[in-house]
């Protein structure tokens, strides 16, 4: 196929649609890096065989589509369809979602044996050891849960959020409770008379050495810090 074009295509029961369009255009469209449809398309046709050159028919296109307007029809068909990339696009894709697979896990995952967050580059072999196929346009979101049943296959771990109780001096309270907000998901706080700041928030497990060391140096070492609570997920 010319590099300069690819297919979209989307199934409906014995019903075929297929469209030409612009393989980078259309990616970062599936993406959501852009949302305006223009020029995506290569011919403004609809295809239910574009080898053939076969037209889909205006019946079966307002029967799936419930509209004959080009564009609507061409942002269903890449939003709900199949978008065929080129290798190149699909290697990154795929090693963007290992990334995205690896740090989640070292962020929200704890070693069961260890009770440790388990470091980025275990998650790596682990993930290599258990031979994961990553589609390029997974939902990560949706597919995490059953992403981490097969790491237990190799990697004894398990998800898991910890409750942080912080309190932080006056003198380093402007300094660090911007780092605080972003940590985790504020569950109460409260600033008491002498101006020093009290904190509980719900932080992934796997960031719980990271987030005290870095307010260790943050309050330089004079930061309060405990672990009220862990709880698996």
Known sequence: MD???TLARYQVKDKRFEIIVNPDKALNYKLGARTDITGILVHEIIFSDSKKGK?????????VFDTNNINEITKCIIEKG???????QRKELIA???????AYISKNCIDT???????PIRVEQALDEINLRIDPFMNLTEEM???????????PLRQQTTLLEIKIPAIYSGKAIGYVKRIGDTIEEEWMTDGSYQVKTMIPSGTKNEVMNTLGNLTRGVAQMEIIEEKVI
Do not use: G, H, M, Q
């Open 55 to 63: 037209k889909a028919s205006n019946e079966d296109i307002i029967k």
């Open 3 to 5: 590099p300069s074009y």
């Open 96 to 102: 963007i979602n290992k990334r995205k697979i690896v």
């Open 82 to 88: 199949e978008l065929l990339i080129k290798a190149e």
């Open 145 to 155: 849960p059953n992403i981490i049943k097969t790491f237990r296959e190799t990697l």
């Open 113 to 119: 044996r260890t009770k440790a967050p388990i470091p």
